[in-house]
């Protein structure tokens, strides 16, 4: 064999090692159980078998260890031993400037150079972590799928990950988190650093000498409103969102862009109820790196949040800090959501998907790499669109007879037989 066949003989072994590892496989489970949910955040995921049970893989941090905490929060705070463990951790979170941590919220002042000040000092305190865990190596990731222990006789039903927080919904309407929760998005009423174990969070309070259920609004100490347990979940960057049973939007976690949806850049400490969409039932959430979506039940469409790519899709890059509502819509009902870190995808009762926001990668599916601020719908022909998803920089996209699934970024389509 000469010396130029060999070669081509190495390229070709080579090209079909590469491939091998970039096309779909089968990941085992610990569990003869079927999965029935699964979420994929900036670095881990997550799955729910058909038993009720929770597994995570990916950075370490995000995988709970130790015992579970079902009573973390007393009071609106939490508990002593917890809060003295964490002391140096929550006084470096805090901010000199929030006087109303005990009602939830912690407001910046509406000032861009503020604003701007505190987005850089995440950033870097977030590259340091990042080069320290370069600096690690493998001891900052779990390979295998681990088993979350959250509670005796708790069967979760669905789960929700987000940059490094995780947050999962029983089937009795009750949301646990775990994870990285610095601004609040493990609804905590407080800065705690970081979770190791699952904690029970208090979506809706109930009260002695109260028949209703009580939620937290902006800087007031409750407020009745309808709804006895949570029925969906998100989580965004480093933010959550979840719907009640009667259609209550609240929010926690991250504000700086506006993306709890309450008004202002604050962040919001405890899950808090949306003030400008009270008396509008919401069906579908869906949660970006800085924005949020929420459908309702008519099927209209509102986006808040950051907006620097469009990814709102209200047809310039501004910011909304409380829900807008989506004309583009009138006569297209919305069916399913999802936010990628900096675009957005839906799905409408009559089949048709549309894109908008960052398309770098061409995760838009528009042919291009033009961002876009409005709503563009795609072309798809020969097939009936089922399920949409965004990835942090990439779409897939689900559709009927043949069964494809699309991938919006460099490959067109992989068809499974």
């Known amino acids: 064999m000469n010396l130029v066949m060999e070669l081509i003989l190495h390229l070709i072994v080579d090209a079909c090692m590469f491939f091998m590892k970039e096309i779909p496989g089968a990941y085992k489970l610990p569990t003869e159980a079927s999965v029935v949910k699964a979420a994929a955040g900036w670095a881990h995921c997550a799955t729910v078998t058909e038993d009720g049970d929770v597994y995570l893989w990916g950075w370490k941090e995000c995988v709970p260890s130790g015992k579970v905490f079902t009573d973390l929060i007393t009071a609106g705070s939490p508990q002593k031993d917890l809060a003295t463990k964490n002391s140096s951790s929550v006084a470096e979170q805090e901010s000199p400037q929030s006087p ?20 850089k000092r995440r950033k870097v ?7 320290d865990s370069q600096a690690s190596g493998d001891d900052f990731f779990v390979v295998s799928p681990s088993l979350v222990t959250i509670g005796q006789g708790v069967k979760i039903t669905s789960v929700a990950v ?17 994870g990285y929760g610095g601004e609040g998005q493990l609804g905590l009423g407080s800065r705690v650093k970081m979770v190791s174990s699952p904690h029970l969070i208090p979506c809706i309070e109930s009260h002695s000498g109260k028949d209703r259920p009580s939620f937290h609004q902006g800087g007031s100490a409750g407020v009745q409103s309808p709804g006895s347990y949570v029925v969906e979940i998100a989580c965004g960057g480093r933010h959550s969102v979840v719907i009640t049973d009667a259609g209550a939007l609240l929010t926690f976690g991250w504000g700086l862009h506006g993306q709890c949806g309450q008004g202002n850049n604050a962040d919001q400490l405890r899950p808090t109820l949306v003030p400008s969409l009270l008396g509008t039932r919401v069906k579908k959430i869906a949660a970006g790196l800085w924005h949020t979506l929420c459908v309702t039940v008519n099927g209209q469409i509102y986006a808040f949040g950051g907006n620097q790519f469009g990814q709102l899709g209200t047809g310039n890059d501004q910011p909304e800090t409380s829900p807008r509502l989506l004309d583009t819509f ?11 870190a900096r675009h957005s995808a839906l799905l409408t009762d009559d089949g048709h998907l549309f894109t908008w926001g960052w398309n770098k ?44 699934i699309m991938i919006f970024v460099r490959i067109k389509y992989l068809e499974f037989k």
């Open 361 to 404: 990668y061409g995760q838009l599916g528009l042919g291009d790499s033009v961002d876009r601020n409005i709503p563009c719908r795609v072309s798809i022909s020969g097939c009936h669109p089922r399920n949409v998803a965004c990835g942090w920089w990439h779409t897939l996209l689900m559709v009927d007879k043949p069964l494809l």
């Open 100 to 119: 109303n941590t005990s009602s939830g919220s912690d407001s910046h002042p509406d000032n861009k150079k503020v604003g701007e000040e505190a987005g």
């Open 162 to 178: 987000g940059g490094r927080h995780t947050i999962a919904l029983s089937d009795v309407g009750q949301v646990w988190g775990w």
């Open 330 to 340: 009138e006569n297209n009902l919305s069916r399913i959501i999802s936010c990628g």
């Open 125 to 131: 305190s977030f590259a340091k972590q990042e080069s």
